[in-house]
Nanobody
Framework: ERLVESGGGLVQPGGSLRLSCAAS????????MNWYREVPGKEREFVAF????????DYAGFVKDRFTISRDNAKNTAYLQMNSLKPEDTARYYC?????????WGQGTQVTVSS
C-alpha cells in the first residue's frame, strides 16, 4: 500500500498550487481521502476530507473557499487545489487514506508560500 504526494513547491502569496496524491496497492475507491499539514514544532492538522465516492467534502475553517479537494477514482488519485495561498499555509502536506481501522499515509510534499 502506497500513497505518493507531489505538486508542492515555492509560491508567492496569492498564488496557487495543486497537490496530487497517487495511490497504489489498495482499493482506492473504497477509502475516504484526507489532506493534513504539519509545521515543525506543531501538531499535524486536518485540512480537507472527501468521501470514497467524492460526493461529500469537508474543510478546516482556515482553508474554506480557498482550497478544493477532489478525486479521480479511475486514476487512483486525490487532489488538493490551493488558491489564494498565504504565508501561514507554509507546511508539509500529507495525504491520508482511511477505511475503518485501515489507514495509510504518504511521505508528504513541502509547500512554501513566500515572496
Amino acid at each position: 500500500e502506497r500513497l505518493v504526494e507531489s505538486g508542492g513547491g515555492l509560491v508567492q502569496p496569492g498564488g496557487s498550487l495543486r497537490l496530487s496524491c497517487a495511490a497504489s496497492g489498495f482499493t482506492f475507491s473504497s477509502y475516504s481521502m484526507n489532506w493534513y499539514r504539519e509545521v515543525p514544532g506543531k501538531e499535524r492538522e486536518f485540512v480537507a476530507f472527501i468521501t470514497s465516492t467524492g460526493i461529500s467534502t469537508d474543510y478546516a475553517g482556515f482553508v474554506k473557499d480557498r482550497f478544493t479537494i477532489s478525486r479521480d477514482n479511475a486514476k487512483n488519485t486525490a487532489y488538493l487545489q490551493m488558491n489564494s495561498l498565504k504565508p501561514e499555509d507554509t507546511a508539509r502536506y500529507y495525504c491520508n487514506a482511511r477505511r475503518g481501522v485501515f489507514e495509510y499515509w504518504g511521505q508528504g510534499t513541502q509547500v512554501t508560500v513566500s515572496s
